[in-house]
């Protein structure tokens, strides 16, 4: 694990960039690490509402949404899913939103 200062707080990340502690998550982390990892920014009301059900898919269930799921219980379809989170939106959409990486993704 490695120490780094996303959007002014010092935290912890694992291996692949993930936040160790969601805990530490704040939305201004969520826009930092959406312009780091090229999402278009400003954030937009439907990339909330994938980060927010994430989120509470993790805090509920303790992973993140597979793309299948995030396309069917979020209300955003999976085509849009890739337009707001392109090149894998679970993984990016969980990194953004400051969970684990989504068990099943690669």
């Known amino acids: 694990m490695t120490s780094t200062v996303i959007a002014g707080k010092t935290v912890e990340v694992n291996d692949e ?18 312009e780091l990892h090229g999402v278009a920014t400003p954030l ?3 990339h909330w509402v994938v980060i927010n059900y994430m989120r509470k898919e993790y805090f509920e269930n303790g992973t993140g949404a597979t793309v299948r799921k ?26 953004i939103a400051g969970i684990p990486k989504p068990k099943g993704c690669i």
């Open 70 to 95: 995030l396309g069917k219980a979020s209300g955003v379809d999976t085509k849009e899913l890739f337009q707001l989170f392109p090149k894998g939106p679970a993984k990016l959409s969980a990194m």
């Open 44 to 46: 937009t009301d439907r």
């Open 17 to 34: 960039g993930f936040l160790v502690d969601p805990n530490e998550w704040t939305e201004e982390m969520a826009t930092e690490l959406a």
